[in-house]
Nanobody, 121 residues
Framework: EVQLVESGGGLVQAGGSLRLSCAASLFTSAYYAAGWFRQAPGKEREEVSCISSSGSVTYYADSVKGRFTISSDNAKNTVYLQMNSLKPEDTAVYYC??????????????WGQGTQVTVAS
């Protein structure tokens, strides 16, 4: 099973930026996808963004389109989520996820431990 470790969360003012990183232990197949879910208190888990192993397929939730950008560095087995123009409603625990296949993710693969993102108004 792939081990995922997130970093980069924190507290930021509305309008600010954060970059999340997700380092994977090993991807043994070229056919995988990785991305981010988030869950705010009292709300359902939401897939935020996803990127395929080739980088040719990406997915963004409507709520983050134009503000978030996902990218990957396959040499480092790392996926990044650049979050700009953050809003208080982006406050959530962000989880990295990876699985065999493409985007969007099913959520039935490997998960990281989560990193808190808090956007103050």
């Amino acid at each position: 099973e792939v081990q995922l470790v997130e970093s980069g969360g924190g507290l930021v003012q509305a309008g600010g930026s954060l970059r999340l990183s997700c380092a994977a232990s090993l991807f043994t197949s070229a056919y995988y996808a990785a991305g981010w879910f988030r869950q705010a208190p009292g709300k359902e888990r939401e897939e935020v963004s996803c990127i395929s192993s080739s980088g040719s397929v990406t997915y963004y939730a409507d709520s983050v389109k134009g503000r978030f950008t996902i990218s990957s560095d396959n040499a480092k087995n790392t996926v990044y989520l650049q979050m700009n123009s953050l809003k208080p409603e982006d406050t959530a625990v962000y989880y990295c996820a990876a699985e065999w296949g493409s985007c969007p993710l099913s959520g039935f693969g490997s998960w990281g431990q989560g990193t808190q993102v808090t956007v103050a108004s």
